[in-house]
């Protein structure tokens, strides 16, 4: 990013140059040497030249850098690195770990957009075991192998660094080309991916120093958040307990959670399975009587003060892991349930982190055995929040946008059990690119096309009736684009300019409602649509129920066709950019499912 005339003409000069050589070596047939620090291609050159970028090159692919963070100015001038200034061999780099994916081509951006315009959607709805996800749908049958995750070569102590990096480096680019080599002719087969080494190394750095994984996964979409390469990993190869947390189980149904909880244990019986929930409120009482957008998570959570829900499950699921480890563990179960009661006081945080709890920093002993806690997970499934309620506090920021998380961090949560955060990232994966935006896995922000996904929701779930849409043309039928369109009429989304519709911001808002779930598209395990009824009768659903909801613990789980008669008028507020405010009543709408979506 310049930041001065000087450095924006010396930018222009070298896009020029790098543009010329790249046009120079695709005429005489030959390819930049891997040892060039610019990029091949014109379209992914970056004002950021990393120096342990790597050189991925295959049938033009290009590499898209997102969420790219502005140099200081003193160090993008060349002026001192002071010691507040994270270095790294001398030089700032705020983009180390920015996000890395595949950069579409243009012509297939037009082609996506000309498709939302132009497609007539089935309003009629697509049925509901369409939504029944196979984990094998996600990361493939005959491709198991080839989409395994990267891992990290053997290495030593007596290795140097720079052996240990060339090392990483031959390896993960070898990696990805026998990836884009044998699956990168079907575009829509592979899904978006990490493609930053820095990234990966931070993954196994976790892998490696930690006692315990957990693996966080949004319930919504299991499947999508759990790549059975990285169980094989961690539970064979590296013979570790691994943990999964199936975490915001506040936004589907209690028959949707524990149907996902027993698909997954028959499929991998080494893995704990936790159901969890950092913001567990009264919501499933009222979410399908009426026919407005939910109020954001975070509002609920300011209102009141509810400790995480399964909270306590968590703890023990750790105990068990580690039994054999022989560490004190009473000091974090104490904890618990002080947290479970109310009792425990949260705390803002305080200067740099630190806390002067007793059985926090203070009283660490290097020494004593530590229970190392590793967290890892895809960008957006809540990883950040699952460790702000197992310390207590909030010691992590919180973000929407994938990638906020930028490096290993660790924090305590007593005197001998450590939490590490991984910056997530995308594995492999099989899944169509519109249910990975709308899921989370992409920011939204820089979505070049966000039409089909709204179009591939459409299809699923009523969103034309729960969101009380008017035709812009007063037509019968629709398309993606005609969606957004109303959308942005109704919320009178603009362009300041010409004072035309922002259909693309309308489809941008569109996506982060569901991401936020509150318009929640969810998938279901396989036969679940066939027997629903049972799940909904089933004993753990009926204890979760009575979980999210402890002040009618004594009724029933309802069935939809009980709820079409009620109706709530009451209008909820919220501002489209911070989520406060005032937001029209949407309308009530027959539903067609509860475990469809969530109103």
């Known amino acids: 990013v310049p930041f001065s005339n000087k450095q924006k003409r010396k930018q222009i000069q070298e896009k020029r140059e790098r543009r010329r ?162 699956l990168h002719d079907s575009h829509d087969r592979l899904s978006y991916f990490e493609l930053n080494l820095e990234t990966w190394r931070e993954l196994w750095r976790v892998l490696e120093m930690s006692h ?57 019986p080494n893995l704990h399975i936790v159901l969890y ?25 300011r209102r009141t003060k509810h400790p995480p829900l399964g909270l306590l499950d968590l703890f023990q699921a750790c105990r068990e892991a580690a039994g054999a480890k022989s560490i004190d563990l009473s000091g974090w179960e104490h904890k618990v349930e002080t947290q479970m009661t109310g009792e425990y006081e949260w705390e803002p945080p305080t200067i740099g982190g630190l806390h002067n709890d007793k059985d926090t920093d203070s009283k660490l002993s290097p020494f004593s055995p530590q229970l190392m806690i590793g967290c890892i997970g895809h960008p957006n499934v809540g990883k950040s929040s699952v460790i702000n309620s197992i310390v207590g506090r909030k010691v992590v920021s919180t973000s929407r946008t994938p990638g906020h998380t930028k490096h290993f961090q660790t924090y305590h949560v007593t005197s001998n059990v450590q939490l590490c955060d991984c910056p997530g990232l995308v594995f492999p994966s099989l899944i169509q690119k519109q249910q990975q935006i709308f899921s989370g896995l992409f920011p939204i922000a820089q979505v070049q096309e966000p039409y089909t996904p709204v179009g591939y929701i459409s299809e699923r779930i009523p969103l034309v009736q729960i969101l009380d849409l008017k035709h812009p043309n007063d037509e019968m039928e629709w398309t993606a684009w005609d969606i957004c369109e109303a959308w942005g009429m ?26 936020d779930g509150r318009i929640c598209v969810m998938t279901f395990p396989p036969g679940f649509i066939a027997a629903r009824e049972g799940w909904q009768d089933h004993a753990d659903s009926i204890a979760l129920h009575k979980k999210l ?23 909820e507020s919220f501002n489209e ?23």
Not at 42 to 69: E, Y
Not at 503 to 510: D, F
Not at 554 to 565: M, Y
Not at 577 to 599: E, I, K, R
């Open 21 to 182: 050589d790249f046009l120079l070596h695709t005429q005489n047939g030959g390819v930049v040497p891997s040892t060039s620090k610019t990029s091949s291609c014109p379209s992914c050159s970056d004002t950021d030249n990393d120096d342990d970028a790597l050189d991925i090159r295959h049938d033009n692919i290009c590499v898209n850098k997102l969420n790219q963070q502005p140099r200081s100015h003193s160090i993008a001038s060349g002026g001192p690195i002071t010691q507040t200034t994270p270095a790294t061999d001398g030089k700032y780099d705020p983009n180390r770990y920015r996000l890395h994916f595949i950069r579409e081509e243009s012509s297939v951006v037009k082609a996506r957009k000309l498709y939302a315009q132009t497609k007539i959607l089935n309003m009629n709805m697509l049925p509901e075991t369409c939504l029944e996800l196979d984990i094998q749908e996600v990361f493939g049958w005959e491709e198991s192998d080839l989409l395994d995750m990267p891992k990290r070569p053997a290495w030593n102590y007596k290795m140097s660094k720079l052996d240990v990096h060339s090392r990483e480096q031959h390896y993960f680019r070898n990696y990805l080309q026998n990836i884009f080599g044998k």
């Open 277 to 301: 929930s950092t913001d567990a409120r009264e919501a499933q009482a009222g979410m399908v009587v009426t026919g407005k957008v939910k109020m954001t998570r975070s509002r609920i959570s």
């Open 490 to 515: 109704k919320r009178d989304f603009r362009i300041s300019r010409t004072g035309k519709i922002d259909v693309y911001r309308a489809a941008n808002h569109l996506l982060r409602l569901t991401v």
């Open 577 to 599: 950019d911070n989520d406060v405010g005032a937001m029209d009543t949407l309308g009530t709408v027959p539903l067609c499912s509860q475990s469809m979506f969530t109103l």
């Open 549 to 571: 909801n402890p002040t009618i613990a004594n009724e029933p789980i309802r069935r939809v066709e009980e709820t079409h008669s009620s109706s709530d008028d009451s209008s």
């Open 212 to 268: 315990v994984l957990l693996l966080i996964a949004d319930i919504r979409h299991p499947v999508l958040h759990f790549p059975p390469s990285l169980y094989k990993h961690i539970t064979e190869d590296l013979k570790k307990p691994l943990i999964l947390v199936l975490n915001k189980v506040d936004l589907v149904p209690p028959e949707v959670s524990i149907a996902w909880r027993h698909y997954l244990h028959d499929k991998f």
